[in-house]
């Protein structure tokens, strides 16, 4: 069976997590990450809107990864993040992680900012 490998735009794909970390493109990173054309950066978590915000204009979907279990996002994110044009689709983190990995695969413009699964 001849297998092909994936190849990815400029965006770097999540290669794993674990409690409280993702690996990155190779790379263990602790914490919330926001993954977007600029790689890899810390995120403040739901009270941190404005680096989301600075995404509208280069992303097409935004996934919001809510950790272990999806969770509904505070209304005014979802809000805010609409009203500026991204589309925002929340789910846990291993699910966001799948999705963004298939969809950058694919050369589509989305981003992932991810809560991380916890230790317990």
């Known amino acids: 069976m001849r297998l092909n490998e994936i190849r990815f735009t400029d965006a770097l794909p999540v ?30 978590g739901y009270e941190d809107i404005a680096p989301l915000t600075a995404l509208a204009d280069v992303l097409d979907v935004l996934f919001i990864g809510t950790g272990a279990e999806t969770a509904h996002l505070p209304e005014g994110l979802r809000s805010t993040l609409e009203a500026a044009g991204l589309g925002v689709e929340a789910m846990n983190s291993p699910a966001a992680c799948r999705t963004y990995n298939v969809l950058i695969s694919e050369g589509r413009r ?11």
């Open 110 to 120: 989305v981003g992932a900012a991810l809560l991380p699964v916890s230790a317990g």
């Open 15 to 44: 290669d794993g997590y674990g409690p409280g970390f993702f690996r990155i493109a190779g790379q263990v990173h602790e914490g919330a990450l926001l993954l977007g054309p600029e790689g890899v950066q810390g995120w403040g």
